[in-house]
């Protein structure tokens, strides 16, 4: 008999299970705090309750733990300093959604030479996420595929469901059973109705396949997320974040009985994919909350140590420290400058 499945498989690898990888690396008392604080005050946010503004800032995407460390403890003392006004929360993003090929991030590809040995990627970025959280810094990720939250959402204050996945009904169950607040980013050609489709379904109870705790496939059955919102972040069309489109997007939501609050992407569309117009984006925004809209309740920023990108090359050895590999950012000295700005700014 000729075969008929597994014909494209090349291989099938064991995978550690999410309780053994718990177990062998486990949330200490100082995390669990972290987490369960800043989900809290996420929370406390989207419900109008505490008037702050979230700031979600940091690299694009995660490719050396140690350089994410340095960046880490850097916007930890920073957060400290602004934190009667600003909820900051670092992007730790591992999983990279690609329009075509290319590097898919830390879990896929942790020694970024085409090895895919995600057992070693999920144990770097469990890593990363509790040294973050023993810092006493709430992190924030793409949610990109059902299986990864199993091995580190206890450890996540704040997720995301991106442009390309949004429409997704994969991702909207996987949202409607995520231990925390859920931003839904609108499609790629800036297009907002995804999300809101994504908000509506993610608040409802799912069943679906997926894996438990021993990693055995399973029938989850979920209660529905009740805190989703909006990011947008611009798209083909070009920008979303001015007080016109901000104020459609607001009645929209409103009309279909959805929670108000949007959160800024100031990258992306929201830059025409130029980095040094996050900034531009970032100061629009934070006018228009002195303005009186309160339903802006946050702004992301994509920020590095050094500012830009670069190629990832064959030769590690000539990778620039502290520099993106995939959508470039701004560095350390603009990130400070515009979250002490949007701090002086608020307190006017």
């Keep these: 008999m000729r075969p008929t499945q597994n014909i494209h498989i090349r291989e099938t690898v064991p995978l550690i299970s999410p309780r053994d990888l718990k177990q062998e690396m486990p949330e200490t008392t ?26 979600v800032v940091g690299p694009c995407s995660i490719h050396d733990g140690d350089a994410a460390m340095v960046y880490a403890a850097r916007l930890r003392e920073l957060a400290d300093q602004v934190k009667d006004r600003l909820f900051v929360v670092m992007r730790v993003y591992f999983e990279k959604p690609r329009t075509t090929v290319g590097w898919k991030g830390l879990i896929n590809d942790p020694f970024l030479n085409g090895t895919f040995d995600i057992s070693a990627g999920l144990k770097m970025a469990r890593t990363i996420l509790l040294n973050v959280a023993e810092l006493g810094l709430p992190a924030a990720t793409e949610m990109l595929e059902p299986i990864t939250p199993q091995y580190i959402a206890d450890l996540v204050t704040l997720a995301s469901i991106g442009a390309r996945t949004t429409e997704s009904q994969t991702h909207r169950q996987m949202a409607s059973g995520l231990s925390m607040p859920v931003g839904y980013k609108n499609a790629t050609d800036g297009d907002l109705q995804p999300a809101f489709d994504a908000m509506i379904a993610a608040q409802n109870p799912h069943s679906f396949l997926g894996i438990d705790e021993e990693g055995d496939t399973c029938i989850i059955k979920t209660t529905g997320n009740p805190y989703g919102h909006l990011i947008v972040r611009g798209g083909s069309s070009g920008p979303n974040y001015s007080k016109e489109a901000l104020g459609e997007a607001h009645e929209r939501l409103n009309t279909a ?7 800024v992407d100031c990258s992306h569309g929201n830059s025409n994919k130029d980095y040094q117009k996050q900034g531009v984006a970032w100061d629009d925004v934070i006018q228009q909350r002195l303005d009186g809209n309160d339903a802006v309740i946050g702004l992301m920023l994509e920020s590095n140590i050094v500012p830009g990108n670069q190629k990832l090359t064959e030769d590690l050895s000539k990778l620039a420290y502290g520099q993106s590999i995939t959508d470039a950012c701004v560095g350390w000295e603009e990130t400070e400058t515009l979250l002490r700005g949007a701090f002086d700014k608020l307190g006017g």
């Design 257 to 263: 009985g959805l929670n108000t609050s949007v959160l």
């Design 30 to 55: 100082v995390a669990n705090q972290t987490v369960v604080d800043s989900r809290d005050a996420v929370q406390a946010i989207l419900k109008g309750e505490d008037d702050r503004m979230i700031a």
